[in-house]
Nanobody, 123 residues
Framework: QVQLVESGGGLVQAGGSLRLSCAAS????????MGWFRQAPGKEREFVAA????????LYADSVKGRFTISRDNAKNTVYLQMNGLKPEDTAVYFC????????????????WGQGTQVTVSS
């Protein structure tokens, strides 16, 4: 089992920045790739970004390219999502996901999910 705990959400004005963190614990060998999804009220959960184990490959949704950056610190079993240039449409609950491979994370098929952290962007 892998446990994921997100943090760093909050309320920010449009154009501002936030950094989300997701700390993994437990059987982290099962969570080679990690990523972020988000779900806005009344909408389906959508892929945001993912990174492979070594940090050499990152994938992003078109809606966040150039604004968000995913990174990881394997010594801390933690993945980060730096969000710059935030827009009101980025408002959502952000979830961390982990799986053996980045393609599985991107598909939202990873077995491990965090509880989510709320990000609210005011206009």
């Amino acid at each position: 089992q892998v446990q994921l705990v997100e943090s760093g959400g909050g309320l920010v004005q449009a154009g501002g920045s936030l950094r989300l963190s997701c700390a993994a614990s437990g059987r982290t060998s099962d969570s080679g790739a990690m990523g972020w999804f988000r779900q806005a009220p009344g909408k389906e959960r959508e892929f945001v970004a993912a990174v492979n184990l070594g940090g050499s490959m990152a994938l992003y949704a078109d809606s966040v390219k150039g604004r968000f950056t995913i990174s990881r610190d394997n010594a801390k079993n933690t993945v980060y999502l730096q969000m710059n240039g935030l827009k009101p449409e980025d408002t959502a609950v952000y979830f961390c996901n982990a799986a053996a491979r980045i393609a599985i994370v991107q598909a939202g098929s990873g077995n491990y999910w965090g509880q989510g952290t709320q990000v609210t962007v005011s206009s």
